[in-house]
């Protein structure tokens, strides 16, 4: 599977941004999709992941601001990225798994190149 993210871009405080993840392959629908971000300095932590049936996931510090969704026809998955605030700076990685957990780097097999929101203050 390869994965192409994009949508990233520079957007004031309370503004919003899209991103999008684009898969090659013919068993998209088989996978768990998840958004990483890595803040410059930081880890790589976990922001949204989706399931196989659509069950959704995030963590604590995006709940109720961004939606994570896939289109299986499209081979795609989204983040709706709302209300964005100025530490949710980072690159954003799209990642693919076949696992049945999905809060960690580890649960997962196939990373996106990333893509770089910058939210200003």
């Known amino acids: 599977v390869q994965l192409q993210a994009s949508g990233g871009g520079l957007v004031q405080a309370g503004g919003s941004l899209r991103l999008s993840c684009a898969a090659s392959g013919r068993t998209f629908s088989s996978y768990v999709m998840a958004w990483f971000r890595q803040a410059p300095g930081k880890e790589r932590e976990f922001a949204a992941a989706i399931s196989r049936a659509g069950g959704t996931y995030y963590v604590d510090s995006v709940k109720g601001r961004f939606t994570i969704s896939r289109d299986n026809t499209k081979r795609t998955v989204y983040m709706q990225m709302n209300s964005l605030k100025p530490e949710d700076t980072a690159v954003y990685f799209c990642?693919?798994?076949?696992?049945?957990?999905?809060?960690?780097?580890?649960?997962?097999?196939?990373w996106g190149q990333g893509t770089l929101v910058t939210v200003s203050s």
């Open positions: 990642a693919a798994g076949r696992g049945t957990s999905y809060y960690t780097r580890y649960d997962y097999d196939y």
